[in-house]
């Protein structure tokens, strides 16, 4: 693990794994998800496929910097997210939001469009208004309840996931024990939480400015996702021009294990899109 002092004098701690030549492709978490969220058993289907891959922690999580008695948006960590690609010196880069990581990506492809070669969208939204406010969880600004200790925070976590939980597709968990318990491990920060998810709720993205984005793009939602309705991501394909949609029957606010050939399989298309694109205009020139 490394990490960055951004431009606004925070630290953001980063991985790195994968050739040192290949394309970077850059995973961008959730609400309250620490970048171990993205399981490394998961990240080895772009590693396979000769990708560097890059997971961390956004502000306000895990090891990266607090922001106590600070109020921000969602575009100031999409600045987080630049920086990142700034000092990788990779740019453009693949990158791959889920939840709140896709609101992010939005922002970072309009602020800093430079920056992204190729976008995948999990399960986000434009705006708040697709957020189902009354499920308890990390994405509810009402929630109060605070751990103690590790094993009252696993279980809060578990509480939490069953509400990501697919319909039709396996709960792993003993995985997501063993990942609360690491998150308690790196830092447990519900003040953090409570941060991001104020930036979430005040989250929209023009869709006027979307429609300019030119890259190739994917978006994937499940139609049992109680936290966002999947419509969220009907109404960004409406606005992406060339954007492709997968609604996954049954596929909640997670990635099920068993979707983990189709979904990675999808993201190195599109992907492999840019490529693409780019050596015609090479050859071209």
Not at 84 to 99: M, R, T
Not at 120 to 149: D, F, K, M, Q
Not at 172 to 199: C, F, H, I, S
Request: charged fraction near 20%.
């Amino acid at each position: 693990m490394a990490e960055l002092t951004k431009r606004d004098g925070g630290v953001l701690h980063y991985e790195v794994t994968g050739p040192d030549d290949g394309p970077t492709l850059l995973l961008i978490e959730g609400l309250s998800a620490h970048m171990l969220g993205w399981r490394e058993e998961f990240t080895h289907f772009f590693r396979d496929a000769g990708y560097r891959v890059v997971r961390f922690d956004n502000r306000d999580v895990g090891l990266s910097q607090r922001y106590p008695g600070q109020s921000y948006g969602l575009s100031e960590l999409a600045e987080d997210t630049h920086d990142l690609i700034d000092h990788l010196g990779s740019a453009p880069v693949h990158v791959v939001g889920q939840s709140m990581g896709g609101m992010i990506a939005q922002h970072l492809v309009t602020l800093f469009p430079d920056d992204v070669a190729s976008l995948t969208l999990l399960y986000t939204t434009a705006s708040a208004a697709h957020i189902n406010t009354g499920a308890r969880g990390p994405h509810s600004p009402s929630v109060e309840r605070r751990a103690s200790t590790r094993d009252e925070a696993i279980e809060l976590h578990i509480v939490q996931e069953r509400l990501c939980a697919s319909r039709t597709y396996s709960f792993d968990e003993a995985w997501k024990r063993e990942l609360g318990g690491r998150m308690w491990n790196r830092g447990y920060d519900p003040d953090g939480v409570a941060r991001q998810t104020r930036a979430v709720f005040a989250h929209s993205t023009d869709l006027s400015r979307l429609s300019s984005i030119c890259v190739p793009t994917l978006l994937i939602h499940g139609t049992a996702d109680r936290l966002i309705d999947y419509d969220a991501s009907v109404e960004l394909y409406a606005a992406i021009s060339g954007s492709e949609l997968w609604l996954v029957e049954g596929m909640g606010h997670d990635l099920p294990r068993e979707l983990w050939p189709s979904l990675t399989s999808l993201i190195v298309a599109n992907a492999a899109k840019a490529r693409t694109a780019v050596a015609a205009e090479e050859q071209s020139a």
